[in-house]
Structure formats: structure tokens, C-alpha cells
């Protein structure tokens, strides 16, 4: 049966190790930082409070999400972020990611915020979903190369 909870210290390390590839992969290539980039940012997130709900199955991590509060919020309510999804690839389409956020979402409701927010690049196959969900799409980073 697939459990969706905190992650513990330990596990939060193995997870913190796999960031480079995450970004990259979520990110659809666009950020090519290496894993110390990656692992900074997150470790600033980290510090600030977020934290990794994992789906578990059998002692088995198959995905995870990195939730907590959103310091960049455009509206005067508390805002929470999600900061990383991950399915790994052999368990995608099966409903493990809907359940992390669905468990995120009621984790953070349950914590008082009132907004979730989260970034998602173009191309990244997640987007549906998060429309599934009910994200509506509020911005667009745009990006130029100058050389």
C-alpha cells in the first residue's frame, strides 16, 4: 500500500543528493547549474522550513515533493510553494504524483495557508496535471540569451 508522509533525516539526505538531476529533469534541461547549484537552492529552501513528503511503497521511495512556505507571494495570504515533484520514471502515470499533491495539499491547508504556488517549465509533462489539479497558469517567465 503506498504511504504518503514526512520524509525522515535520512531519507531527506538521500533526497537532497538527487537534486541536481531533478532540476534538470523538471526544468526540461533548462537548467544546466550542476548539482551544487541545485543543492544550495534547495538547502535554502530547507532551511526556511520546507520539507520532502514521500510516497513510500514496500521500503521503496517512489517519489517525492518539497513543500513550505512561499516568500514570493504577489497576494497578502499565507502563500505555500511547491518546490520540487518527482516520480521516479518507472512509476509514472500511475498516480503516485497526484497523490503527493493531493497529500500536500491537505498537509498545508490543514497548516492555514490559503494559496499553493509553484513554478513549471514549458515542456515539463507535469503541467497537466497541475491543471487537473485546479493551478491556473498566472505568469510567464520569459528568457533571452545574450551574448
Given amino acids: 500500500m503506498l ?3 514526512k520524509a525522515n533525516e535520512r531519507e531527506e539526505a538521500r533526497l537532497f543528493q538527487k537534486m541536481g ?6 526544468t526540461v534541461g533548462f ?8 543543492a544550495d537552492m534547495f538547502d535554502l ?8 513528503l514521500i510516497a513510500q511503497e ?7 515533493i518539497l513543500i513550505g512556505q512561499d516568500f514570493s ?6 502563500t505555500a510553494g511547491i518546490f520540487s515533484l ?8 500511475s498516480g503516485i504524483g497526484r497523490k503527493l499533491i493531493n497529500g500536500a495539499l491537505t498537509e498545508l491547508k490543514q497548516q492555514g495557508y490559503q494559496q499553493v504556488q509553484l513554478y513549471v517549465f514549458t515542456g515539463n509533462p ?13 505568469c510567464t517567465l520569459m528568457s533571452l540569451e545574450i551574448k
Fill in 3 to 5: 504511504i504518503i508522509r
Fill in 21 to 26: 538531476k531533478t532540476v534538470e529533469e523538471s
Fill in 31 to 38: 537548467a544546466q547549474n550542476g548539482n551544487q547549484a541545485s
Fill in 45 to 52: 529552501l530547507l532551511k526556511s522550513g520546507a520539507y520532502y
Fill in 58 to 64: 514496500h521500503n521503496l521511495i517512489k517519489g517525492w
Fill in 73 to 78: 507571494t504577489l497576494k497578502p495570504v499565507q
Fill in 86 to 93: 518527482y516520480v521516479s520514471p518507472e512509476y509514472r502515470s
Fill in 126 to 138: 507535469a503541467k497537466c496535471l497541475y491543471e487537473q489539479i485546479g493551478f491556473k497558469d498566472i
